[in-house]
Each structure stands twice: as C-alpha cells, then as structure tokens.
C-alpha cells in the first residue's frame, strides 16, 4: 500500500540549532515528493519538492530536504532553525500516475528561544 | 501568500443545516482539489476537477457533498447536511495539471458543527 511515515510526532530544538525531520514513503515507483508546513490557522504552504536529478533539493527559507531511493525517504533539514519556524511540516507524495497527495500525519516543530 | 483564496475562513452550522465553500484557483490552473484535514491531521480527498469536469470523487463527496466549478465563477463545496463528523478543515488546492504535478493550497475554510 501506497503510504507516508513521519516517526516523529513532535520535535523540539533550541533557536540556532540545526534540525532534521524524517519522512519514509512506501511505493514501489519513484514518487513525486513534496514537503509542506502549516502555520497555525492557515493552510499547507509548499517549503520544497523532488521529482528527479539531483537526490538535494533546496526549498524556501533555508531548507532543504535529501531523496535516498534505497532507503525510501526523503528527510527534512535546515542548518539554523528560528523561531519563526515553529509550525507543522508534512511530507507528501504523488504517485507518477495520479494527482492525488498522500499525506503523512506531519511532525510538529517548536522552536524555543 | 496563496494565491488560491477560499472563504469564508470559517463557518459554524447546527447540525443538519447546509454548509458552503468558495474557492478560486490560481490563474492559469484548470485543476482543481478540495481535501478535508481533521483534527488528527489526517487528509481525505473529497473531490478534483479539470476545469467544470469533475475527474474523481470519493463516496462521501456523491453522497451528501456536492462540488461544482463553473466557468468564470468560484469552485464551491457544500455540504447538503452538516453532521458533527464533517467538523473539520477545508482545502481546496489548484495545479497546472492533473497529473504529477505540485498543488497551491489555500488558507482553508474551518467548519464547526456544533
């Protein structure tokens, strides 16, 4: 079954410290990957996306996000993380033949000063 | 900021009463998506159009949802009877094509039924 793993429900890190947020997809193709946060009270705005080529993709913001097809994920990651990035990430793929997203159920990030 | 704009932000209705969403896509973007995000954070897909066609829809959407994009007016999702379960956040999303490409969501219209 087509799906998404986001481990870790909720993540808390210090302002300035680096950040990682995992993201595992189960699907026999190479999906169409995306990531996308939530402030509160708004809707889904795209941080980044993968569809080929080059396994780094920079997004919005400072960050960026690694594709590895041998250990199907497709992790999260910014250098310095601010408080303004306080909010929840969900990653999300699309399967090369349909425009359907299929969600994961978001990692929560608070960023205490 | 989106460009997909939704309204109303939110909306509160008894039970059993109608609930209406508005959506206009960004420009240029005949695909259209309505996905409802409950308080879990999980998203159902409700219902995705090709400009005034309606491409798929799930049981839930035929039976007491009905959608619509017409031409030069706003998509629109409504609920023909509200029940509690359907307390939740609307998303409506548009994209240049319907096939692998990226979705542009907007704010989303929160439904309380109370």
């Known amino acids: 079954a087509q799906s998404v793993t986001q481990p870790d429900a909720r993540v808390t890190v210090s302002e300035g410290a680096s950040l990682q947020l995992r993201c595992k997809y189960s699907?026999?193709?190479?999906?169409?990957l995306f990531w996308y946060v939530q402030y509160p009270r708004q809707g889904l705005q795209l941080l980044l996306k993968?569809?080929?080529?080059?396994?780094v993709v920079q997004g919005v913001n400072g960050f960026e996000a690694e594709f590895s097809k041998s250990n199907s994920s497709f992790h999260l990651r910014k250098a310095s993380v601010h408080w303004s990035d306080s909010a929840v990430y969900f990653c999300v793929f699309i399967t090369g033949n349909t425009g359907k997203l299929i969600f994961g159920l978001g990692t929560t990030l608070q960023v205490q000063p | 900021n989106s460009k997909v704009i939704q309204t109303p932000r939110y909306l509160v209705k008894g039970q059993g009463q109608k609930a209406k969403m508005r959506c206009i896509p960004e420009k240029g973007h005949p695909v259209v998506f309505w996905y409802q995000q409950n308080k879990n954070n999980e998203f159902k897909f409700l219902i995705n159009f090709q400009n005034q066609e309606v491409l798929q829809q799930i049981d839930m959407t035929e039976k007491r949802f009905s959608a619509e994009c017409p031409s030069n007016s706003p998509c629109s999702l409504e609920i023909q009877s509200s029940e509690a379960g359907d307390s939740a956040l609307y998303l409506c999303a548009s994209s240049r094509q319907y096939s692998g490409n990226t979705l542009y969501f907007g704010e989303g219209s929160r439904l309380i039924v109370v």
């Open positions: 699907y026999s193709g190479t999906p169409y």
């Open positions: 993968y569809y080929s080529g080059d396994p």
